[in-house]
């Protein structure tokens, strides 16, 4: 079953707390990307990844990190700096050589809530 | 801030209707996508319109660009209740470092049987 795995699907995080959220993919895609989601709003990206141990930051990186050591890993940490949290987190890949295209591929997302 | 904006917000059609949405970006593109997010799922690309094309059609899909006003519109025909989603516009920028998909706001699309 080929495709984005995102977990956990619901994820809480106590105040002063950083918590990981984690991105499989099995696609073999070399590029990875995570968004943000709040409520009635588009997809905003935090980072996003084109090969192995390289990544760069989106438009909203800050209180965020991430970590690129397996071409089908990219999970992303929300840090203590990062004071509004909640939201929907969304995953996703494409394969590099679309690089006309871009067509992305998405998990089915975390929801973060802070305690 | 956003680069494309869609419109309207929102839309509630029958069973049997079309329904068009509307997107406008700001920026030159190479490519504009559209996707459709059922609530709290992710999001699923539906159809992919180059900057030199014009119209594409996909089964019950109708997508147009027009990069002279920097707006593309998604027509479903023929609408079912299935339908019921959020649909988002996304432009392709090349950046240094690869490139990106800006999303916009997107349209919730209701459906009624």
């Known amino acids: 079953d080929g495709g984005i795995t995102q977990s956990p699907k619901y994820l809480f995080r106590k105040e002063g707390q950083n918590v990981t959220l984690s991105c499989e993919q099995n696609l073999n895609h070399d590029a990875m990307y995570w968004y943000r989601q709040d409520p009635g709003q588009g997809l905003r990206l935090i980072y996003y990844?084109?090969?192995?141990?390289?990544?760069q930051k989106g438009d909203i990186a800050e209180g965020y990190s991430v970590s690129r050591e397996k071409k089908e890993s990219f999970p992303l940490t929300v840090t203590s700096a990062q004071k509004n949290p909640t939201a929907f987190y969304l995953c996703?890949?494409?394969?590099?050589?679309?690089?006309?295209?871009?067509?992305?591929?998405f998990g089915a997302g975390t929801r973060l809530s802070v305690l | 801030s956003q680069q494309g904006e869609e419109d309207p917000q929102a839309l509630s059609i029958q069973e049997g209707e079309n329904a068009t949405m509307n997107c406008s970006y700001k920026t030159s593109i190479n490519n504009l996508q559209w996707y459709r997010q059922n609530s709290g799922r992710g999001l699923v690309h539906l159809i992919l319109?180059?900057?030199?094309?014009r119209e594409k059609h996909s089964g019950r899909l109708r997508v147009t660009l027009d990069t002279s006003k920097k707006s593309s519109s998604l027509l479903i025909t023929a609408s079912r209740a299935a339908d019921t989603a959020s649909y988002f516009c996304a432009t392709a920028v090349f950046m240094e470092y690869g490139n990106k998909l800006v999303f916009g706001a997107g349209t919730i699309l209701r459906v009624k049987s």
């Open positions: 996703a890949s494409s394969r590099d050589r679309d690089r006309a295209k871009n067509i992305q591929y």
């Open positions: 990844s084109q090969i192995v141990n390289d990544f």
């Open positions: 319109i180059r900057s030199n094309e």
